[in-house]
């Protein structure tokens, strides 16, 4: 016995060792691709000395003689930090996921390669002004010059992830950041799953009302400009998709994760400090690392410091010395499906207003890594690409001897976006920003800007020309081969609503309606947002004149305008009723919760138990007035729609009628379903959470995910590259929290602000920004998630141009000169 135990031991110290060391050896092998931020490079591709300075939070100071030298450096800093998310976009872009992730992004290759957005870059670049096609030039080589030292210096390969799979990394072309802009218009988009649910919804209600009810459009006046504060305060002295949603690598967002942000702004006369004022915090599905890289550039025409987009040259969200600028996604309605006849004679031929036509046709072979390769017939109408049915739930709505196909405006081979951002962020004043803007293409965005003296929104990005007879209004698929369904080109940027120098001097838009106009100039039939806007106007009403602060709260605001106003309605005719049931008993239960959500100010803060009760009773009303009417198509509607629960409740257009289940004899009514609701709530808290209800905590449930897109779900490793936080907010309020909606987990905080800025033009170096992770894509690196918690506690870190300060601190100087 003791031999026996001598040995297990001997053998469990020596696994102990071999585990140890191949740990070890692991470590040593990851830590390589950690760059050293106070080399010094030769390089080729510059023409003068390039000096990168890094702050205390890893956030590079780019220094050059000339534009493209800078511009070089941002590609060589983007390239040490996130080469991996960089080569990973570019991949997605490429539609060759599929060479080092196999059968697995099959489906997500093919949908790229038949929207074909990688070769529409490459025809774009010789569109691009001299300007922008030496940025894009300057950017690439920078890339590549880090390429080569990783492939030269014995690196790590320049990324823990290429040990996993393919460390061949092609150049970085031009081509590349133009696709990647086309690849952001692809995970904004919203408006073709909304069609193809639009139509599946009508082929199962009948009643357009019904549709109406859960599909709605917002009614009333758009709000962007607020009126003068002394009118309104008078004497005041201050889609399940096909191929795979949940899948990290899909660029394509499940329905209700499409773009969604928040952007304002307060001219000199409301401003404590005599200064223009701007915030703005895009909302994105969130990730490790972030989305967004914090840099600044030291260009000729002055400094920018702001939000890039690792693998593209220009600096997206962010402030110049005399501009600041924002985005916010529009919701312009820049996409239509259309129904395309089949000859039957001829099954390569469409039905056109002028006749039969033959489709365009182009093979591409998709490789997959341990499987045979695809061979792809893409094929094209006139108004777009060819999708099979298996994309987007198409198959649902096609009938049997017609394709579908899909016009966009981001399907450009004449982009010119690129070009534009780069002008705009080179310019000096408002005006001349509007004017840079006017070849945006896509995606579409509500700018917000401001100078010195000047507050303004304006809408860019082409604008579909639709015929003022078109059958659906570009709500639902129409027949293709009718000319009236057809587009005509693009409206004049002039046509773009636009709102300078407000007379109320406050400007903003959180994805809300911004305008009122009839079809075809009024934007969309769907918005991203008619909830957090009311909660927006309260608190810029609230004051005569704002400040960094009262923006920052602002930004930071938890309180839900939905509970606030939900709560009143659903709960109308279960408040204080009855006497107090026994204690341990489900009516005592209920009791309690209303008791909590009666004395509840709508507040989602993490520490409080109420949003979690209020979020888990709207989610399982919603779920029981659908379910019966819609059957498996209600799991597409997975989050609470605010203005579907006030039409219900209301009784509007008689939309009551949800609330009577049609499988039973009874009629029941809203207030039946409401108490059920609470009941099925409260069940699954308690046996999720327990039974008491005080204790519970909203940031236990509504914890934010940044998921590594790849080695996020491999056991191990999960611990060491997913960051979990607990957070306030929820799916409608400024600090918005989108949930995840599905799943053992649906309150997940999925998608939120990734980006945070806040800039004061009385004092510009005054301003702040942050992002949710930090710098470096390296999960060993100590900028991996430092700006993370920060993020997490609603904090700042300076957003300076001094170069001073960021020398003051750095974590170090990076030099890069040219060979003699």
């Known amino acids: 016995m003791i031999s026996v135990f001598r040995w297990s031991l001997r053998l469990f110290l020596g696994l102990a060792v071999l585990v140890g060391v191949a740990l070890t050896i692991a470590y040593w092998f990851a830590s390589r691709s950690l760059p050293d931020y106070s080399a010094s490079f030769t390089v080729d591709g510059i023409s003068g000395p390039v000096e990168i300075v890094r702050d205390n939070s890893n956030v590079p100071h780019i220094f050059g003689a000339t534009d493209p030298d800078v511009y070089f450096g941002l590609g060589f800093a983007h390239a040490q930090d996130r080469l991996w998310q960089m080569m990973l976009l570019r991949r997605t872009a490429q539609g060759r996921l599929s060479e080092i992730f196999g059968a697995r992004t099959a489906r997500t290759d093919e949908l790229l390669r038949r929207l074909d957005l990688y070769n529409l870059s490459v025809r774009s670049v010789e569109h691009q002004s001299p300007y922008a096609l030496s940025a894009l030039r300057a950017y690439a080589a920078g890339v590549n010059a880090w390429v080569d030292e990783v492939n030269t210096g014995a690196r790590g390969r320049g990324a823990p992830e290429f040990f996993l799979f393919s460390p061949s990394i092609a150049p970085w072309q031009p081509a590349d950041s133009i696709a990647l802009g086309k690849i952001m218009a692809l995970q904004l988009n919203s408006h073709l799953p909304d069609e193809v649910l639009r139509a599946r919804a009508s082929l199962l209600l009948k009643d357009d009302a019904r549709v109406e009810d859960i599909m709605p459009n917002p009614s009333g006046n758009g709000i962007a400009a607020l009126p003068e504060y002394a009118a309104l305060a008078p004497g005041a002295t201050g889609l399940r998709y096909a191929e795979a949603p949940r899948d990290p690598l899909n660029p394509v967002q499940p329905a209700g994760l499409g773009g969604a942000s928040n952007a304002w702004a307060a001219a000199p006369d409301r401003a404590a400090t005599g200064g223009t004022l701007m915030a703005n915090d895009p909302h994105l599905k969130l990730s490790a690392p972030s989305v967004w890289y914090l840099a600044r550039l030291e260009l000729q025409s002055g ?27 529009s919701y312009l309605d820049d996409v239509d499906v259309h129904i395309e006849r089949l000859n039957p004679d001829n099954p ?90 006017e070849g945006f293409i896509a995606p579409s965005q509500n ?44 409206l004049a940027y002039t046509t773009n609503p636009e709102f300078v120098a407000p007379e109320g001097g406050i400007v903003g838009n959180t994805n809300n309606k911004i305008v009122d106009r009839p079809f075809p100039l009024h934007v969309s039939y769907k918005w991203g947002d008619t909830q957090r806007v009311q909660r927006w106007r309260r608190l810029m009403q609230s004051r005569e004149v704002h400040t960094r602060e009262s923006f920052m709260e602002a930004q930071l605001d938890t309180v ?117 609701s609470l009941d099925d709530a409260l069940i699954w808290i308690s046996e999720r959470y327990g039974t008491a209800l005080e204790s519970l905590r909203w940031g ?76 470096s894509g390296h999960p060993l690196s100590r900028h991996y998630d430092d700006l993370g918690e920060l993020w997490r506690r609603g904090e700042y870190i300076p957003m300076a141009l001094d170069p001073d300060l960021a020398r003051a601190a750095s974590v170090g100087i990076t030099t890069l000169t040219p060979p003699d």
């Not at 777009?384 to 966009?408: C, K, N």
């Not at 020309?465 to 693009?490: E, F």
């Not at 006030?646 to 009577?660: K, L, Q």
């Open 348 to 437: 390569e031929e469409l039905l056109t207003p002028s006749g039969w036509q033959k489709m365009r046709t182009r093979t591409s072979i998709v490789n997959i890594k341990d499987a045979d390769p695809i061979t792809l017939k893409l094929r094209w109408s006139d108004n777009g690409p060819i999708l099979p049915g298996r994309h987007f739930d198409l198959d649902t709505i096609t009938p049997p001897g017609h394709l579908t196909s899909v016009s966009w405006t981001v399907l450009s081979a004449r982009d010119t976006s690129v070009s534009a951002g780069l002008d705009m962020m080179r310019s000096g004043s408002v005006d001349d920003a509007i004017a840079a803007m």
């Open 303 to 329: 400094g920018v410091i702001g939000g890039t987009l690792p693998g593209t040259p220009a600096v997206l969200l962010g402030r110049s010395q005399t501009l600041g600028w924002g985005l916010t996604s």
């Open 700 to 775: 236990d449930a509504h914890e934010a995910l940044h998921e590594h897109p790849v080695l996020g779900e491999v056991a191990g490793l999960s611990w060491l590259v997913n960051i979990r936080q607990s957070t306030s907010g929820g799916d409608n309020t400024l600090r918005r929290g989108r949930t995840k909606g599905t799943g053992p987990d649906p309150f997940l905080n999925v998608s939120g602000a990734g980006y945070r800025g806040i800039y004061d033009f009385a004092d510009p170096d005054s301003s702040l920004f942050v992002i949710s992770t930090g710098q």
């Open 447 to 490: 700018l917000t800007l401001v100078d010195r003296d000047k507050i303004a929104m304006k809408m860019v990005g082409a604008a579909p020309q639709r015929d003022d007879a078109h059958q659906s209004k570009g709500r639902l698929p129409t027949p293709g081969w009718i000319a009236a369904n057809r587009w005509d080109g693009r």
């Open 560 to 676: 839900s305008f939905t509970a606030r106003s939900l709560l009143p309605l659903v709960g109308a005719d279960l408040w204080f009723t009855g006497e107090a049931a026994p204690d341990g008993t489900p009516e005592r239960l209920s009791q309690r919760a209303l008791e909590l959500l009666a004395s509840w100010n709508g507040e989602m803060n993490e520490h409080l138990p109420e949003p979690l009760i209020y979020a888990a009773w709207m989610r399982a009303l919603q779920e029981r007035l659908i379910r019966d009417e819609l059957g498996p198509l209600a799991d597409e509607f997975s989050r609470l729609e605010p203005l579907f629960i006030e039409r219900v409740f209301r009784d509007i257009d008689g939309a009551s009628v949800w609330c009577d289940v049609q499988q039973s004899a009874r009629v029941e009514t809203c207030t039946d379903m409401a108490r059920l």
